[in-house]
């Protein structure tokens, strides 16, 4: 299949850049605004191997915790490509796979029963909490640059479900950044709202116990966002998103308030949440999460003895502590002395010199020898700490950091602790708690002290449709994406006209199956037409491989099916109405404006 790839949309907003390229084959080089050209790889499993994504440009990652270090680029939100390589989210960016986490969801949506939500960061515990009906949110946002299409079905529809299952549910609207980053009007935007909201009614959010807002309306999120503005600094920026000196300021409040609308579910109460979205909203998701601990008052880690350690320190010294029977003098107090001697014994690599101090460069700790691997640096700067505590036991225990607690907030948590505990000018030492009692408490002492106590934000992802023509889905291509709004009949040509991945001739096809992981008809029944009717998408599967299935009556079935569904949508879209009008939500802004300068124009990121 040839493809057109349309890449667009700066990262920094002061010019636009459209290329075209086509791709010949399977790996796809992505050009950033910032001129580097980074070779994304080449196919992994399933479905699609032509794909949107954002384009990656090369940034310094902002750390949390477990993707710390994992990538040197990061995706675009802003940019818009195709990709052809979701491994390598996984790889590159730490993104988890879905199917991990797929055990502990109960009675999973048929998107994530199919792989088409692959990928997730931190979705246990908003799985947990599903389950156990503990608090829990969903949010997500929609930039009104367009007609809503089937591609944003699938967002409306994963709200949708967690709502249906318990969750706070909050779909916004992103006026300012469409305005900002995109130069939309305001009536333009008021229009397209419209459309995107009667759109996710229809589809069955209730906006009686969820909650849908605008951005350029909520006094409390804009309040909120520029709060968050103070911890975070032009450099994450440049980081992150290659913004650099030319880039509009407005760019910065838009992503600032998407951080706020990332945790604005939590304002009320700490809660585990959900953000649905495209792979290319990750950056976002962990600036996020990065923002949410930055704004703790306190931070709960594990500790051996009064002085820090780096978390591979640490690492280190729980390996060592586990040892201490070979050879501490008394087991239940091992001092640090002798878990220092210890690891210079075993873990030190003498030179020829006699000085046990030197040790061979390349040479990590065997696994064997802790079942960790730790590199010469760390090892060094560990005995180090130790050997300067002397007779200090070590002991494990719980240590709440001071990160930006008020003092009243650091005195009540010191009261609160039970058990033995030690108090050091910044921080505290718990001896008898758990590490999730430890987390529990010091949220608690937050919320009770007049901190937000926020949970990390989770997120979840889904694979984005092929075009209906091939390449990518576009909004300023017609042809390649079906309108919520289009005319069910035009959906219906749309379908019947689509490329497929069926072979030359009927014969061959009999011969050969058709390539339905290769098949934009195939991706529509399985995000959209079977609907929860796994067995209808096995069918097609299975009868298209098999060479017992042809395409055009294939297409046939999809483009009747595509019909109903627009026809169906597009009369619960009126009966919804009245539900809109009586949402605690305005539809008309009056706000003055100027022509927009410097955005990126209108080609767009889809499904996001
Ligand atoms: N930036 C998103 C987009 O490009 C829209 C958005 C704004 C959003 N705020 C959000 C998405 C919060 C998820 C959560 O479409
Ligand atoms: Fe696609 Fe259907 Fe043709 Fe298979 S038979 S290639 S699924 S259109």
């Known amino acids: 299949m040839t493809r057109d790839t349309e890449d667009d949309i700066t990262n920094t907003g002061s010019e636009t850049e459209t290329e075209t390229k086509t791709e010949t084959d399977a790996d796809i080089d992505i050009e950033t605004k910032s001129g580097y050209a980074i070779d994304i790889g080449t196919d992994v499993d399933t479905h699609n191997d032509d794909i949107d994504v954002a384009a990656l440009s090369t940034a310094t990652a902002v750390s949390d915790g477990g993707a710390a270090g994992a990538d040197d680029v990061a995706l675009d939100p802003w940019g818009s490509s195709t990709v052809s390589d979701y491994q390598k989210l996984f790889t590159e960016f730490g993104i988890e796979t879905f199917d991990d986490v797929l055990p502990a969801v109960p009675n999973p949506h048929y998107l994530m029963r199919r792989g088409v939500i692959f990928g997730h960061r931190g979705y246990d515990p908003v799985a947990e909490a599903l389950q156990n009906n503990d608090p829990v949110a969903v949010l997500s946002g929609f930039m009104p640059t367009g007609d809503p299409h089937i591609g944003h079905k699938l967002v409306f529809d994963e709200i949708i479900w967690?709502?249906?299952?318990?969750?706070?549910?909050?779909?916004?609207?992103?006026?300012?950044?469409?305005?900002?980053a995109r130069g939309l009007s305001w009536s333009e935007i008021d229009d397209h709202a419209r459309d995107y909201l009667l759109s996710l009614l229809a589809l069955g959010f209730d906006p009686e116990s969820g909650e849908l807002y605008r951005q350029s309306e909520n006094r409390e999120l804009q309040d909120f966002a520029f709060e968050l503005g103070s911890k975070a600094n032009f450099s994450e920026f440049e980081g992150i998103y290659g913004f650099d000196s030319e880039t509009n300021v407005a760019y910065m409040q838009s992503v600032i308030t998407q951080m706020a609308d990332i945790l604005y579910p939590q304002l009320e109460e700490p809660k585990p949440t959900v953000i649905p979205v495209g792979p290319d909203q990750d950056p976002h998701v962990r600036f996020a999460r990065d923002l949410a601990a930055r704004m703790r008052f306190f931070k709960v880690t594990k500790a051996y003895a009064s002085f820090e350690l780096t978390e591979s320190e640490r690492e280190l010294v729980a390996a060592v502590y586990d040892e201490r029977e070979t050879y501490a003098e008394d087991v239940s107090r091992p001092r640090c002395a002798e878990a220092a001697t210890w690891l210079v014994d075993n873990l030190v690599t003498p030179v020829d010199n006699g000085s046990d101090d030197a040790r061979n460069e390349d040479t990590d700790v065997s696994p064997d020898t802790l079942g960790i691997i730790v590199p010469d640096a760390v090892i060094e700067s560990t005995i180090k700490k130790l050997e300067n505590a002397g007779m200090e036991p070590l002991?494990?225990?719980?240590?709440?950091?001071?990160?930006?607690?008020?003092?009243?907030?650091?005195?009540?948590?010191?009261?609160?602790?039970?058990?033995?505990?030690?108090?050091?000018?910044?921080?505290?030492?718990?001896?008898?708690?758990?590490?999730?009692?430890a987390t529990d408490l010091a949220r608690e002492v937050e919320t009770n002290n007049g901190g937000y106590g926020f949970v990390a934000p989770s997120s979840i992802y889904h694979r984005f449709m092929t075009g209906l023509t091939g390449g990518k889905m576009s909004s300023s291509v017609p042809a390649s994406h079906i309108s919520?709004?289009?005319?069910?009949?035009?959906?219906?040509?749309?379908?019947?006209?689509?490329?497929?991945?069926?072979?030359?001739?009927?014969?061959?096809?009999?011969?050969?199956g058709g390539k339905a992981d290769e098949c934009p008809v195939y991706e529509l029944y399985a995000y959209l037409l079977a609907n929860d009717d796994d067995t209808l998408a096995t069918q097609v599967y299975d009868e298209c491989v098999s060479g017992d299935r042809l395409c055009g009556s294939c297409k046939e079935q999809a483009a009747k099916l595509m019909q109903a569904f627009l026809e169906e949508h597009q009369e619960k879209r009126k009966e919804v109405e009245s539900l809109l009008e009586d949402a605690d939500i305005s539809l008309i802004s009056d706000r003055r404006t100027v022509a927009p300068s410097d955005t990126a124009d209108s080609t767009d990121n889809e499904n996001t």
Request: without cysteine; charged residues 35%.
């Open 162 to 180: 967690h709502q249906q299952r318990g969750a706070d549910a909050y779909a916004l609207i992103a006026d300012l950044e469409a305005h900002a």
């Open 395 to 437: 002991r494990p225990r719980v240590r709440f950091l001071d990160a930006n607690a008020t003092d009243e907030a650091f005195e009540a948590l010191i009261t609160a602790i039970d058990g033995e505990k030690r108090r050091y000018d910044e921080h505290i030492d718990a001896f008898d708690l758990s590490a999730a009692d």
């Open 484 to 512: 919520l709004l289009d005319d069910p009949e035009t959906g219906y040509e749309k379908v019947k006209s689509a490329t497929t991945g069926g072979r030359e001739t009927a014969e061959k096809q009999r011969e050969l």
